[in-house]
């Protein structure tokens, strides 16, 4: 069974400075990942997607991720955190080839300090 | 075009009873997915509708059950409710095609209180 570790339930950035939430992923073939963000008393909104394509992958709001077969990751960064950035932010592998099936991770909340 | 709607937003009930909470996918979409949200043990897939069949099932005992109707809507009903069914529940609609890539656009949650 696939499994996601997202290491850090909480995580803390001061405006401007780097976000990098740490997504690790454990499957015998080349997954389809994703970024997810939940904003409070909404549902899941799509970053951004790997499918076998580019690894590195550019995404909404100038999200970006790494897809790293040799370390089994695949890291969210931002370069420069925003406000609007503090949400919750769940890494996901789909458990099959149409991506209907989602297995995620626990979550990482983003705090942003001004 | 209208999002994935799901109704109701909020929901109270109390311990034995049962719930149905309904979703309706984007216009096209013929694939409803539930998900469920605890703080305890995060998200987790439920089932899968397809054409008024349930395609694929995560792993919830049979108190949790779903279906799907010809115009796509969906429901999911949970008989005698514990506390610990207190949730998000989730619903996402995508396009189903199988063996390809279907994007998943998912609405905003019901959140169901058992008491």
């Known amino acids: 069974a696939q499994s996601v570790t997202q290491l850090g339930s909480h995580v803390s950035v001061s405006e401007g400075a780097l976000v990098l939430l740490r997504c690790n992923y454990s499957?015998?073939?080349?997954?389809?990942l994703f970024w997810y963000v939940q904003y409070p008393n909404q549902g899941l909104q799509l970053l951004l997607k790997y499918t076998s394509a580019a690894t590195l992958v550019k995404g909404i709001n100038g999200f970006e991720a790494e897809f790293k077969k040799s370390e089994t990751s695949f890291h969210l960064t931002k370069p420069s955190a925003h406000m609007s950035d503090a949400a919750e932010y769940f890494c996901?592998?789909?458990?099959?080839?149409?991506?209907?099936?989602?297995?995620f991770g626990g979550g990482t909340r983003l705090m942003v300090k001004p | 075009k209208a999002g994935v709607t799901q109704t109701p937003r909020y929901l109270i009930k109390t311990r034995g009873q049962q719930v149905t909470l309904s979703c309706s996918p984007i216009s096209g979409h013929r694939s409803v997915s539930w998900y469920q949200q605890t703080p305890g043990q995060g998200l987790q897939f439920l089932f899968e509708?397809?054409?008024?069949?349930?395609?694929n099932k995560g792993n919830f005992p049979g108190r949790f059950s779903g279906r799907q109707f010809s115009n796509s809507r969906s429901e999911m009903n949970v008989s005698t409710l514990e506390l610990g069914d207190s949730a998000l529940y989730l619903c996402?609609?995508?396009?189903?095609?199988?063996?390809?890539?279907?994007?998943?656009?998912f609405g905003p949650g019901t959140r169901l209180t058992v008491l």
């Open positions: 996402a609609s995508s396009s189903g095609l199988a063996g390809t890539y279907n994007e998943q656009f």
């Open positions: 499957s015998s073939v080349p997954p389809y």
């Open positions: 509708y397809f054409s008024e069949t349930q395609r």
């Open positions: 996901a592998v789909s458990s099959n080839n149409a991506g209907n099936m989602l297995t």
